[in-house]
Each structure stands twice: as structure tokens, then as C-alpha cells.
């Protein structure tokens, strides 16, 4: 998808679409991440049942994960970046900085790139992330690399991260979410 604006298919939803309660959690989390409210949540809250659901899967990987925070968003943006999600890259930059990620790192994650200041743990995690988006598999060496560093439910983890994100980065392209914009600024239409 380009850079430029797009129609989303499916607008995010305002109270009566989503009901109270996805409505009142877009609203917290759009003032904790200094947005309007996610228009991921108020798009994919107009199925309540699946949404909640989605919500609970994901949450259990981030921030509830086993990986450390800034593990986790290192694997995010590795896999926004491969994916070129627009929507992804923008929340998951400023949550990297908050997870203890420098700028500079967060652009070599992205441009796909070494940084001194990456170790060595770090380093496998986006070597794995980027063979499971090209792959949608790690071959038996890195899964052994992986092996040695990680204990097998982490290595699960990692699987579903990648896979949870590049999944989502597909239903943000398909649905044509826009990221969001900074609170109190409303995209250009």
C-alpha cells in the first residue's frame, strides 16, 4: 500500500458500532499512546465477539509475553518494516521507545540493518523474525541457534509473534486501516 491516503474499507466505528466498552479502551489507549483512539481497535471492534478475543490472544503475547518488552518490539517492527505496515511501524516505534529501544536502533531495525547496540540475543530475534515472514519457517539451524539462547516456550512465542503480527499487518493492508493521528489532529480526509 502506498504512502498516500487511502479510503479504509471498513470505517473504525463510533460508539454504536463498537458499544461502550471496545469504544471506552479506544479512548484510554489513544490517550496512553498521545493518539485519537486506535482506529485498529475501532475497526476491528465492530466485531465485538472476535475483537475481544483478538485482544486477549494478543495481549498475551505483548506485553504479557514471556520476551522482554523491548525483545518483543525489536520482533514487531522487524516484522512491520518486512511487511510495510504503515499502521504498525507508527504505533510499534513509539512503544519500541518506550520499551528502552534508542532511535537509531529502532531505524536499523527497520532498514534492516546492524546496530552496535543490539546484542547478540537481539540479533537472532530479527534473523528469526525476518526467515519466518519470508519463509513462514525457520530452518533447522536457526531453530537450533534459537535453542541455545531461548527455552522452547519462548521459541513458541516467537513463532506466534511473527506470525500474530504478520497476520495482522495483512488485515490492516486488506481493511486499509490509516495510522492514527496525534490526539487532538484528525488525519486529512
Same mark, same amino acid.
Given at each position: ?22 469504544? !471506552?479502551?479506544? *479512548?484510554?489507549?489513544?490517550? =496512553? ?8 481497535? &475501532? ?16 495481549? @498475551?503475547?505483548?506485553?504479557?509475553? @514471556? ?21 504498525? $511501524?507508527?504505533?510499534?516505534?513509539? $512503544?519500541?521507545?518506550? /520499551?528502552?529501544?534508542? @532511535?537509531?536502533?529502532?531505524?536499523? =531495525? ?14 537472532? &530475534?530479527? *534473523? /528469526? ?39 495482522? !499487518?495483512?488485515?490492516?493492508?486488506? $481493511? ?8 487532538? @489532529?484528525?488525519? /486529512?480526509?
Amino acid at each position: 500500500m502506498s504512502e498516500q491516503q487511502v479510503t479504509p474499507r471498513i470505517a473504525p466505528g463510533g460508539w454504536r458500532d463498537v458499544g461502550p466498552f471496545v469504544a !471506552a479502551f479506544a *479512548r484510554i489507549a489513544g490517550r =496512553v499512546q498521545g493518539t485519537e483512539p486506535p482506529a485498529v481497535f &475501532l475497526t476491528l471492534g465492530r466485531h465485538r465477539r472476535l475483537f475481544w478475543g483478538w485482544l486477549h490472544f494478543a495481549g @498475551r503475547l505483548m506485553p504479557g509475553g @514471556r520476551l522482554s518488552r523491548r525483545e518483543s518490539e525489536l520482533v514487531i517492527v522487524r516484522v512491520a518494516a518486512r511487511r510495510g505496515s504503515a499502521y504498525e $511501524l507508527e504505533q510499534h516505534r513509539r $512503544l519500541a521507545r518506550r /520499551a528502552g529501544l534508542s @532511535r537509531e536502533e529502532v531505524m536499523a =531495525v527497520e532498514a534492516f540493518v546492524e546496530h552496535p547496540g543490539l546484542t547478540p540475543r537481539e540479533r537472532l &530475534l530479527l *534473523r /528469526a523474525s525476518d526467515e519466518l515472514v519470508a519463509d513462514q519457517d525457520l530452518s533447522d539451524g536457526l531453530w537450533a541457534e534459537l535453542g541455545e539462547g531461548f527455552e522452547d516456550r519462548e521459541r513458541i512465542e516467537i513463532v506466534m509473534l511473527v506470525g500474530h503480527y504478520a497476520m495482522l !499487518a495483512t488485515a490492516l493492508h486488506a $481493511l486499509r486501516v490509516q495510522p492514527d493521528s496525534p490526539r487532538g @489532529r484528525r488525519a /486529512a480526509p
